[in-house]
Nanobody
């Protein structure tokens, strides 16, 4: 069982930056592929970014490429999402998730554990 706790959300203006953190309880954090997803009001959950177990490989959605960066520190059991040049359409609840198997998973169904979510609101 892995517990995930997101932090770092908040209210910012368009063009600002935020960094989300997700701390995992598992001592075997490096065994999990990690991902970030988001869900805006009235919309389905969507993939944002994913990172491999070692952190050497990443993949992100086209909508955030060039603006968002996923990274991880296995010694701290933490994954990050650096969000730059934020837009109002980035407003959503952001969730981190852990996958026990697979590589650079982009579907939510492929993840086994989820955090409680962090609200990010971008005003215009």
């Amino acid at each position: 069982q892995v517990q995930l706790v997101e932090s770092g959300g908040g209210l910012v203006q368009a063009g600002d930056s935020l960094r989300l953190s997700c701390a995992a309880s598992a001592g075997t954090f490096s065994r999990y592929g990690m991902g970030w997803f988001r869900q805006a009001p009235g919309k389905e959950r969507e993939f944002v970014a994913t990172i491999s177990r070692s952190g050497a490989s990443t993949s992100s959605a086209d909508s955030v490429k060039g603006r968002f960066t996923i990274s991880r520190e296995n010694t701290k059991n933490t994954v990050y999402l650096q969000m730059n040049s934020l837009k109002p359409e980035d407003t959503a609840v952001y969730y981190c998730a852990a996958a026990q198997s697979g590589y650079l998973r982009t579907r939510g169904d492929d993840y086994d554990y989820w955090g409680q979510g962090a609200q990010v609101t971008v005003s215009s």
